[in-house]
């Protein structure tokens, strides 16, 4: 398969640029913060340990795929079903339906560009559990969580 056919076009390079600053400091142990997190902040530390071990799995952090992170772009998965795709930063609860969490760490996650596509916009059972744990959590309005369960498939 030709890399340069399977370009994807990465719409947040600022949050590769990010991850790739604090993957490096994760993995050699570094601290994040001083102090136990108050619970509005563990699902983002939850979210960006779950995404670094998922690009760990696809086989992303070589020296390849490390500096297309440093410069905001998108590595290659070497290991796993999906060999040769890109990575791509989606949003599990979609833009159209909880604009609110558009911003919101904790609710991007990294996944293969034709996974990617073939996702889309649906909610199901894993994406409405997500919301009410938000909800709960005071991260979702009553009104996010409202749309989500409407649009639930």
């Not at 719409?11 to 997190?37: I, M």
């Not at 760990?56 to 297309?68: I, V």
């Amino acid at each position: 398969m030709n890399p340069a056919a399977n370009v994807c076009p990465m719409p947040n390079s600022d949050v590769w640029r990010f991850l790739s600053l604090l993957f490096p400091a994760l993995r050699s142990g570094h601290r994040l913060f001083q102090r136990p997190s108050p619970q509005k902040q563990f699902p983002s530390i939850r979210a960006v340990t779950w995404n670094r071990k998922k690009l760990e799995d696809f086989g992303c952090f070589t020296a390849e795929g490390m500096e297309k992170l440093r410069k905001g772009g998108s590595p290659m998965i070497t290991k796993g079903p999906n060999t040769g795709d890109f990575i791509a930063l989606d949003h599990i609860l979609p833009r159209s339906v909880v604009p609110e969490l558009t911003a919101r760490f904790f609710n991007l996650e990294a996944l293969s560009a034709r996974n990617n596509l073939a996702k889309s916009a649906r909610i199901g059972k894993r994406e409405l559990d997500l919301a009410r744990q938000w909800n709960r959590a005071g991260l979702l309005s009553a009104p996010g969580l409202k749309a989500v369960e409407l649009r639930v498939e």
